[in-house]
């Protein structure tokens, strides 16, 4: 289990920095996020989350939601990763790059 994975699911909250631009212009690469702990009952269409989809972890957005398969995963430009139920952070601020 990863870090994060691990300090989300113990309740605490995380400033988390991902690589890549699929967020952009939302998130740019490397930006810092706080990550506050969620269950992905709790989150909703929109939500920028911390999740894993097929064995991958993403800082990605809700695309859609089901009862019975999760959450569906996907980035800022139109790619959906998946459905998901494996949640353990929402965004909860987006902080400014040094």
């Known amino acids: 289990m990863n870090w994060k994975i691990q300090k989300l699911t ?57 009862d019975k398969r999760g959450l569906q995963i996907g980035n800022n430009h139109g790619r959906i990763n998946g459905w998901t139920k494996n949640v353990y952070g929402k965004v909860v601020e987006i902080l400014t790059m040094p």
């Open 10 to 66: 113990n309740g605490e909250t995380i400033i988390s920095k991902e690589p890549g631009n699929s967020m952009l212009p939302l998130l740019k690469s490397k930006q810092p996020v706080k990550l506050k702990p969620i269950n992905w009952e709790q989150c909703e269409v929109g939500d920028i989350v911390y999740c894993k989809v097929r064995g991958n972890c993403f800082t990605h957005l809700v695309k859609g939601k089901n």
